[in-house]
């Protein structure tokens, strides 16, 4: 029988819309999708400046950098990833889009080495390049070999891509959940779950664009920094959140957030291709503290807190009661805050307790008391606590050391962080001295270079954005020196 007029084309349009709409819909499991796994990993180098060492190499900020001490060639830079895991290559992002000559070596104990990418006769002028490659490791080595005049060995991020040896999978991405999520940049997803522990997985890449996307929780909670994809390729990432009302400060200072689980994509360019949402187990990292180390809704303001989550893998959670203003009296009295938390905790969980900055005019025999209050309310839930010595104030004497308030001697002459040692000699309590850290980071930096790690734009000496991060790094090397509880879930 004749077709009608016009039904080829029908059958041809049909076609293209049923092909579109199979493309649109999000990949279950994409290949080629991976992970970076050298993200917030113990990093070493055999030379570096001061100021860009090198840690600032996968730190997940591309504004920050290792740089090597001098402008010769064979310096190298090395990630340890902390167990053997199955690799699929690596991607380098240079300072500068110029030529460099280099080679990336493996090695599963750090002292045989096996070359597994050669770049050494390059003469290709790019600031980003990957490598390719299969093989087993711990240890993951960049040496660079050869560098065009004025130019010297400067890495602002190194990726490992690969899977973890024996980790377990996050959930399966759903179309069904994508199809919650809105707009294109930024991508905001919201779901309604309970509060609890929630494991999620992302995928992000697309088959026809390159992106750039970040990834924010709740109340802008950094999930993951910045994550890079070419045209079809594609990477996933997992890790456990935890949900709760007011998703931000426990009071509610500066907005509750809606019930249910936020999830915002950000980024240069955004690209969301899946996500999968199930219950969560596993321990979590509670903390306690003030406006420096909470959940801040509002920009610029950023605790160190807010930043702890992208270090962390599948399997932990962190759950951040830290509240603006709270002295270590008040967190302890005030009902939304350690009375609120303290039911929560497990066998397996560890707290950082982190105060001083608003402990004024707190004896020190108080603040001694409240501190070993919780520390002993935390044992008797079965927790670990940790305490944490606040971080310094911007504040400069004319010899360009810190002062003593910088230092939180307050106003009653208690000097806070030497209480809290004494606390945790006396408790037999691990301690992360962020003060002592942090006084060596910004006496190290000056009084000039030390502003860009607080809001000095707005006359605050205390607070911080970027400067969050590299306190939440000065926590987290040394929950790795003390080898932590939490150190085995860390990137």
């Known amino acids: 029988m004749p077709r009608p007029p016009g039904s080829s084309k029908l059958v041809v349009l049909a076609f293209l819309t049923l092909l579109v709409g199979l493309l649109a819909v999000p990949l279950a499991t994409p290949a080629g999708a991976v992970t970076d796994l050298a993200l917030g990993k113990a990093a070493s180098a055999d030379s570096s400046q001061s100021g860009r060492g090198p840690s600032l190499a996968n730190d997940g900020d591309t504004a920050t950098r290792w740089c090597a001490a001098d402008g010769r060639t064979g310096h190298w830079w090395q990630v340890d990833l902390g167990s053997a895991a199955t690799l699929s290559g690596t991607e380098v992002r240079w300072e500068f889009a110029r030529t460099y000559r280099y080679h990336v070596s493996v090695s599963t104990d750090g002292t045989a080495w096996t070359r597994v990418a050669d770049r050494t006769a390059g003469t290709t002028a790019a600031q980003v390049q990957s490598d390719a490659f299969t093989a087993t490791a711990r240890y993951v080595r960049i040496t660079v070999t050869g560098l065009v005049a004025s130019t010297w060995a400067s890495i602002t991020d190194f990726k490992v891509f690969g899977a973890d040896t024996g980790t377990r999978q996050g959930p399966e991405p759903d179309p069904a959940l ?125 605790g160190w807190g807010q930043r702890l989550p992208q270090y962390f893998k599948l399997g932990l959670s962190v759950a951040n009661y830290g509240d603006s203003g709270e002295s270590s009296g008040s967190f302890l009295s005030n009902a939304a805050l350690f009375p609120a938390m303290k039911p929560l905790i497990r066998s397996g969980d560890m707290v950082l307790i982190q105060f001083g900055h608003n402990d004024k005019s707190t004896t020190a025999s108080a603040f001694a008391s409240n501190l070993t209050s919780l520390v002993t309310q935390v044992r008797s839930q079965g927790g670990t606590p940790v305490l944490v010595t606040p971080p310094v104030r911007r504040l400069f004497a004319a010899d360009g050391t810190l002062t003593s308030t910088a230092l939180h001697v307050n106003g009653v002459g208690a000097n806070l962080p030497a209480t809290m040692r004494q606390v945790a000699a006396a408790q037999n309590t691990s301690l992360i001295d962020l003060t002592a850290a942090s006084e060596a980071l910004v006496e190290g930096l000056g009084p000039n270079a030390s502003a860009a790690l607080y809001l000095t734009e707005l006359n605050d000496n205390t607070h911080s954005a970027h400067g969050a991060n590299e306190m939440a790094k000065l926590v987290l090397q040394r929950m790795r020196e003390l080898n932590l509880s939490p150190v085995p879930y860390l990137r």
């Open 178 to 302: 994508r199809s919650r999520c809105t707009g294109t940049s930024p991508v905001t997803c919201h779901f309604d779950v309970q509060p609890g522990n929630y494991d999620v997985t992302v995928v992000l890449g697309d088959p026809a664009s390159p992106g750039v996307t970040s990834v924010q929780a709740e109340a802008r909670r950094t999930v993951l920094p910045a994550v890079s994809t070419v045209a079809g390729s594609y990477a996933r990432y997992s890790f456990t959140l935890n949900v709760r009302q007011p998703e931000g400060q426990p009071t509610g200072q500066g907005g509750t957030g809606r019930p249910g689980l936020d999830l915002v994509f950000s980024g240069q360019t955004p690209k969301l291709n899946g996500i999968g949402l199930a219950q969560g187990s596993g321990p979590v990292l509670y903390l306690a503290g003030d406006s420096t180390v909470c959940d801040q809704p509002v920009a610029p303001y950023t």
